[in-house]
């Protein structure tokens, strides 16, 4: 127990070099993509004046290693600066698009897993079987269809033709709901507004199987080829020869089994969840981190990219870190020293 | 007895619902109601004057007044929160009377000193609520105020450093309607997420890109608003947009896809409403570089490219073929231009007496995304090209990133370059002077166009408030231009917005802001 909790406080300081060299990254590389905030944000009717006075304000007229610095003085102290749009401070901003996306991405996640190992193991267990070859070529579909397009159709179907989904926001406009946290389901169930839950839920679930379909197919695929591996070991061999029911073998002794390097997909997959949700939320109309940093990007908002992007990776080192620990949860021969 | 009273009682319910019907038709429209406006993206900033961005405006101009206003559908100027003004006659000195008992939605009341401490705090930098670098409308729209003063509680007077005739027109610009001075100091620089007004409607909630929420102004001095609620909400892509519409989960969106104009006309529960929209999209060729130095080749220019082709196929009849630089519905268009209807021969035969017999090539620079003025992007460019090229011109096509596109463009890298402009406050001026003063080269004028007639005729027209003399001008200068050709002029946009058909008397403007205080809902 010593020893994982020293594990953890590693991995935990290796964040600081770790986000160091990421907002090294990420500054000098907005500052390289062509495209001047100031000119996009004044646009075609500003004068040279109003530009020149609002680059000196934001203090773009500085040498850039002299804005880096300030913009790690700043980090440091906890100060991501204001977005330059709309002048709210990017940690208000990251406050509030943030809930929305990890409520997307968890439970898209959770789709995505249970749906996937579930079809994962079937196909192992009836290998060569149609329900096999159906399953993957679905995968297969899954992987090739663009996130845009699975939501579009989905729209089209569910939410319009048949009329049983919402297709945009977060929540039906004409309901009300006190935000407290900001994740509209954890707010719902505080201040127990059930109209607003359902509302909340219905619309997660279009944006969420979008999201899904490509770490699904993923996670199916994985789970089958590394259920195959142990269902060929020595110890299922033993386990049937025992006389244990089929049952207790798939559940007892394969899946746990066959598990350890599906884990590692899904921890894997969130880094691929929070591109998905750029394309996700865009069509979807959800105010998350994919659209804020896909406006901060389009209208060369820096220091709400910067912002994005590092409470972004903090997260997806957090997540992975979440998976080693899990490891050795599941498989006890993985020790930490 | 018993029967007298019934046959009374049955008389009064009579009568009581003959005056409910006659009422009900007197009634121009239903109150209550929640409506949904869909746009394509957030608002950056709801003080009106922190902002330039179209989505913003389109909230401010329902929050807010100014002291005066545009007349519904029309650039012609209306009393607002002035009841009337008188000018100077020698242009200079304008002096508004203020409507007396209105209040700020925060109860501060409006008067003179509220005018004078919002216009003071976006011009003096010494002002305790000045905030350098965030007025990005002020010079355009306040820049020519000497000096503003309350004289009394209801009258305050402009006084200008030059005539400036399209003052007027200014003041009915969302960006000089007037915030409340309470509300700036409490909130300080948070000012342009809490908006604070006069308008048909009280600002409620704003959650970042997903919608902003105001309510019905009960005490609004132009009579309540017939909506109980109003929203705006967010929504990116212009499919879902459409299909929230169809689904009758909006009630009317912005940004239709050309390709879409069909799905919606066809649809017995939308209404496709249709205006001309105060814009041009045109090409600025740099007078000052070869070969565009040469008006022959100016000219032939023009005569080259098919525009009506490109405004009915390439952009879907969204847009109607540019004969000059004015939108043909702004006040003093000259209705006798011809422009330069497309004509090959005649193209091939000016390059002739111009010594480019056999063409010549130049670089043609583009941005890429669509716009608001050009619906294709930089698919326009290629269709350009493809018309030149039948005349012997080889344009080589230059793709920059937007940024960078303005920056240049104003420094005068290009040879050819596409621009367009959006009208501000619906005076001629806001698109001549913009665009051939010489005084704006560097800047609006990115033709480097300089012609000393066209300066001093458009300094004139700015110090006159004739309109009868202003308008004779205006039409000398658009002749000047016409025959300079310093641009290829191309399209205007029509403004076209899909609404709901339970949405009840919603009139477009030509400045194209959202306007819902008189808009009510059959529901």
């Known amino acids: 127990m010593k020893k994982m909790f020293s594990y953890i406080l590693r991995r935990i300081l290796i964040l600081i070099p770790l986000l160091l060299a990421i907002s090294i990254v990420v500054f000098f590389m907005i500052h390289l993509i062509p495209g001047d905030p100031v000119q996009i944000m004044l646009g075609d009717k500003g004068s040279e004046e109003d530009v020149a006075r609002l680059r000196s304000e934001l203090g773009f007229d500085q040498p850039l290693h002299t804005q880096y610095l300030k913009f790690l003085g700043n980090l440091l102290q906890g100060d991501l600066g204001r977005s330059i749009r709309n002048r709210n401070p990017v940690i208000y901003e990251i406050r509030a698009a943030f809930p929305a996306t990890i409520e997307l991405t968890v439970l898209s996640m959770i789709f995505a897993s249970f749906i996937g190992i579930a079809a994962g193991i079937i196909s192992a267990i009836k290998q060569y079987s149609l329900i096999d070859n159906l399953t993957m070529v679905g995968a297969l579909l899954g992987i090739s269809m663009p996130v845009f397009w699975v939501g579009m159709m989905l729209m089209l179907i569910f939410g319009s033709r048949l009329g049983w989904m919402p297709i945009s926001g977060r929540i039906s406009r004409v309901t009300d709901l006190e935000v407290i946290t900001n994740f509209y389901i954890l707010d719902s169930i505080i201040t127990q507004n059930w109209a607003a839950l359902r509302s909340t839920i219905s619309h997660l679930i279009l944006p969420a199987i979008t999201l899904a379909t490509i770490p699904v197919a993923m996670i199916a695929r994985m789970t089958r080829s590394t259920t195959l591996e142990v269902l060929n070991q020595d110890y299922i061999r033993t386990a049937r020869a025992k006389g244990l029911s089929e049952k207790v073998v798939i559940l007892k002794h394969v899946l746990k089994n066959a598990l350890i390097p599906v884990v590692t997909i899904i921890g894997l997959q969130f880094g691929s969840f929070l591109g998905g949700a750029v394309l996700t939320e865009t069509v979807f109309a959800r105010a998350g981190v994919g659209r804020l940093l896909i406006n901060g990007i389009l209208g060369r908002d820096f220091p709400v990219i910067q912002g994005a992007v590092i409470v972004i990776a903090s997260f997806f080192v957090f997540i992975n870190l979440i998976v080693d620990i899990l490891y050795s949860y599941l498989d006890p021969r993985i020790h930490y020293s | ?523």
């Open chain 2, 1 to 523: 007895m018993l029967k007298r009273f019934v046959l009374l009682l049955m008389l009064t319910a009579l009568v009581f619902n003959l005056t409910g019907t006659v009422l009900a038709d007197n009634h121009e429209g239903e109150y209550g109601g929640t409506l949904i406006y869909a746009q394509g993206a957030d608002a950056d900033a709801l003080d009106p004057h922190m902002t330039t961005l179209g989505n913003s405006a389109d909230v401010i101009v329902n929050v807010f007044d100014g002291l005066v206003r545009f007349k519904s559908g029309t650039t012609e100027i209306e009393p607002a929160l002035a009841t009337d003004w008188e000018i100077s006659d020698d242009g200079l000195v304008y002096t508004f009377n203020l409507r007396e008992g209105v209040e700020f939605h925060d109860g501060t009341p409006f008067n003179a000193e509220a005018v004078v401490f919002d216009i003071e705090r976006q011009l003096d930098s010494d002002h305790p609520y000045y905030m350098e670098g965030s007025y990005p409308y002020a010079g355009f729209s306040l820049g020519m105020i000497d000096q503003v003063q309350a004289v009394d509680e209801y009258t305050v007077q402009f006084t200008l450093e030059n005539p400036y005739a399209p003052f007027l027109k200014n003041m009915a610009m969302f960006a000089t309607m007037i915030v409340s001075p309470e509300a700036v100091k409490e909130y300080g620089e948070d000012i342009f997420k809490n908006p604070v007004g006069t308008g048909a409607f009280k600002f409620v909630e704003w959650v970042r890109d997903d919608h902003i929420t105001v309510e019905a102004n009960e005490d609004y001095w132009d009579g309540r608003p017939y909506l109980d609620e109003l929203i705006f909400t967010v929504i990116p892509n212009n499919q879902t947009r459409l299909l929230e519409l169809e689904n009758g989960n909006v009630h009317v969106m912005e940004g239709l896809n050309p390709t879409d104009i069909e799905r919606v006309r066809e649809n017995d529960e939308l209404d496709l409403l249709e205006a001309p929209g105060l814009n041009i999209g045109y090409i600025a060729l740099h007078n000052e570089k070869e070969p565009f130095d040469n008006k022959k080749v100016r000219k032939a220019m023009n005569y080259a490219i098919n525009k009506e082709e490109i405004v009915e196929y390439l952009m879907g009849g969204q847009a109607t073929v540019a004969k000059g630089p004015l939108p043909p519905t702004i006040w003093s268009y000259d209705e006798s231009l011809e422009g330069y209807p497309y004509n090959p021969e005649m193209a091939k035969t000016l390059l002739e007496e111009a010594g480019y017999g056999d063409g010549f090539e130049f670089t043609l620079r583009t941005y890429s995304a669509p716009r608001s003025y050009n619906p294709v992007g930089a698919r326009l460019a290629t269709a350009v090209q493809q018309y030149l090229s039948q005349v012997g011109i080889d344009a080589e096509i230059e793709q920059l990133e937007w940024g960078t596109y303005i920056e240049e463009g104003k420094a005068g890298k290009h040879t050819a370059a596409f621009f367009g402009w959006i009208a501000d406050n619906g005076d001629p001026d806001n698109f001549l002077n913009v665009f051939f003063n010489s005084a704006n080269r560097g800047s609006t004028n990115r033709a480097f166009y300089v012609n000393e007639e066209v300066d001093q005729l458009l300094a004139e027209a700015q110090q006159i408030t004739d309109e009868a003399k202003r308008e004779a001008i205006y039409i000398k200068v658009q002749q000047i231009i016409v025959d300079d050709a310093p641009f290829v002029f191309l399209n205007h946009m029509k403004m076209q917005i899909p609404i709901r058909k339970s949405v009840k008397n919603y009139v477009l403007y030509p400045t194209n802001n959202k306007y819902f205080q008189k808009v009510w809902l059959d529901q």
